[in-house]
């Protein structure tokens, strides 16, 4: 086990390092620079001494390497667009509420998906059904930001129920959250739809039930558990892909996030934010996908004598 999680940890950090190459490469091949398409246009001794300050008038393998090195000493340097603000501020600012508002929304869309797929699955070709498969379809097929922009016309404008947005009190969690929860919930109900009529046609299954056990044991300790195996390998990366915050609705309830600056770094050429934000985002997608590994083994044996045969 320790050898396992110790070789993925290395890979994981070889990834991590091509992926940087590539980035920082790309970076370098759009045209213009940082200091190139500001509000008030600066002159050239102006943007060569911006250049000099930061280094960018030097070699580019000199650059790359310089960044990695600070990297790895948890150094991101200083944000372009906010140069009071160094790039682990920004982040240690910003990531915690994208973090929350993902984490309770991610935690929103498992609580009605795992109940809304396991009922759809039970009550097969049934109105339950259609209406269960329906819900989750709506989460998955209409865009977040459509839904929250019709949220804010709704409750805000039209019932002046809630707050059009901000970040505060818990009334101004209400629609992000719910927005927040779409995609997983869809995605978690179709999954688990699919899983549950998989293991329900077994023989297992039918077995348990010959033998007159209870039919809420044979559900949840037979099918269910079961039915974990590809939920868990789409459940636990498209956490953490909410967890990183999103453009539209931190946009569209104007929460001060990390989302927004996945985008405005690459408009604005702010290659130290674009740089520790795609490597942050790299790091959490490999580490979740260790940690479903991982999860496998705890809920079906069969995957912990098959690691220890490997």
Do not use: C
């Not at 935690?107 to 339950?128: C, D, K, Q, V």
């Not at 002046?160 to 927005?179: D, R």
């Not at 037979?222 to 999103?246: D, E, W």
């Amino acid at each position: 086990m320790l050898a396992y999680i110790v070789s993925r940890l290395v890979y994981l950090f070889a990834v991590t390092i091509v992926v940087s190459l590539v980035i920082f490469l790309m970076m370098h091949a759009l045209p213009g620079g940082p200091f190139d398409n500001g509000k008030q246009p600066l002159s050239e001794a102006a943007r060569a001494n911006l250049a000099h300050m930061y280094g960018l008038d030097r070699p580019l393998w000199e650059q790359y390497l310089r960044f990695l090195w600070s990297a790895l000493h948890l150094d991101f340097g200083y944000s372009y667009q906010r140069p009071s603000e160094t790039v682990a501020d920004l982040i240690g600012r910003t990531w915690p509420i994208s973090a929350f508002l993902g984490g309770m929304g991610t935690a929103l869309g498992f609580a009605i998906g795992l109940p809304l797929g396991m009922l759809s699955a039970l009550r097969r070709n049934t109105y339950i059904d259609y209406i269960a498969t329906s819900v989750s379809i709506f989460g998955l097929a209409v865009p977040v930001f459509v839904v929250s922009t019709f949220l804010v016309f709704i409750l805000s404008t039209q019932l002046h129920l809630l707050p059009t947005g901000g970040w505060g009190p818990p009334q101004t969690w209400i629609m992000p959250v719910f927005a927040y929860s779409l995609v997983p919930m869809g995605t978690i109900a179709r999954y688990t739809r699919a899983g549950m009529l998989e293991v329900l046609g077994q023989d297992y299954v039918r077995t348990a039930r010959a033998k007159g056990l209870p039919e809420f044991r044979v559900i949840a300790l037979h099918a269910f558990r079961n039915s974990l195996i590809p939920l868990l390998t789409v459940a636990m990366p498209l956490a953490a892909a909410v967890l990183t915050g999103s453009i539209y609705i931190e946009g569209i309830f104007r929460i001060p996030g990390l989302g927004g600056y996945f985008v405005t770094s690459i408009l604005e050429r702010d290659y130290p934010t674009e740089m520790t934000l795609m490597l942050m985002g790299t790091a959490l997608m490999g580490s979740t996908y260790l940690l479903t590994d991982l999860t496998y083994l705890l809920v079906d044996p069969r995957v912990r004598l098959n690691r220890g045969m490997a």
